[in-house]
T-cell receptor, first 113, second 114 residues
Framework: AQSVTQPDIHITVSEGASLELRCNYSYGATPYLFWYVQSPGQGLQLLLKYFSGDTLVQGIKGFEAEFKRSQSSFNLRKPSVHWSDAAEYFCAVGAVTGNQFYFGTGTSLTVIP | ETGVTQTPRHLVMGMTNKKSLKCEQHLGHNAMYWYKQSAKKPLELMFVYSLEERVENNSVPSRFSPECPNSSHLFLHLHTLQPEDSALYLC?????????????FGPGTRLTVL
């Protein structure tokens, strides 16, 4: 069965520090992978997506993610976190069959000054 | 108007009430979605509409009834809900139905069932 695991429920980082949010997926075919961000009181916003090609994907707001097929992972990174990055981050897998999306439970990011 | 709007933003209802959630997209998209977001659970895709026709229905209880009168509007009609239905209900739209098109989300309706 398809599933997405985000092992870290909550992460706290200092402003200016680097960030890595983990995502592991289980999917039988080539996955379509996504990272979304949700700020309080708002809907989800797409940060980046991977369908094929270069396994290092650049997104908005300075984020990037790397697809590692051997590890079934799609971790999100940012070299220097800003206070405005504090939010909830969701990883998702898209399944072409059935137009389904499978989301992780999210990682809450706190940024301290 | 920007993007995807949802009304109301907050709703409290009793188990015997009937209410509706409204979603409107101003992006010219042809696909619309309803999601349920519960605390500490993955976001759940409930319904998918493409050109006003329902294309996916993910085993959602019949007390949730979607309606898509045109490609810009999506409703979720609620009746005889249970307390466990309390959640944030998110609407989204995309140019076409399918996993390759970017979805744009509304801010959600926070539903509380008493």
């Amino acid at each position: 069965a398809q599933s997405v695991t985000q092992p870290d429920i909550h992460i706290t980082v200092s402003e200016g520090a680097s960030l890595e949010l983990r995502c592991n997926y289980s999917y039988g075919a080539t996955p379509y992978l996504f990272w979304y961000v949700q700020s309080p009181g708002q809907g989800l916003q797409l940060l980046l997506k991977y369908f094929s090609g270069d396994t290092l994907v650049q997104g908005i707001k300075g984020f990037e993610a790397e697809f590692k097929r051997s590890q079934s992972s799609f971790n999100l990174r940012k070299p220097s976190v800003h206070w405005s990055d504090a939010a909830e981050y969701f990883c998702a897998v898209g399944a072409v069959t059935g137009n389904q999306f499978y989301f992780g439970t999210g990682t809450s990011l706190t940024v301290i000054p | 108007e920007t993007g995807v709007t949802q009304t109301p933003r907050h709703l409290v209802m009793g188990m015997t009430n009937k209410k509706s959630l409204k979603c409107e997209q101003h992006l010219g998209h042809n696909a619309m979605y309803w999601y349920k977001q519960s605390a500490k659970k993955p976001l759940e895709l409930m319904f998918v509409y493409s050109l006003e026709e329902r294309v996916e229905n993910n085993s959602v209880p019949s007390r949730f009834s979607p309606e898509c009168p045109n490609s810009s509007h999506l409703f979720l009609h609620l009746h005889t809900l249970q307390p466990e239905d309390s959640a944030l209900y998110l609407c989204a739209s995309s140019p076409r139905a399918g996993v390759t098109d970017t979805q744009y989300f509304g801010p959600g309706t926070r539903l509380t069932v008493l």
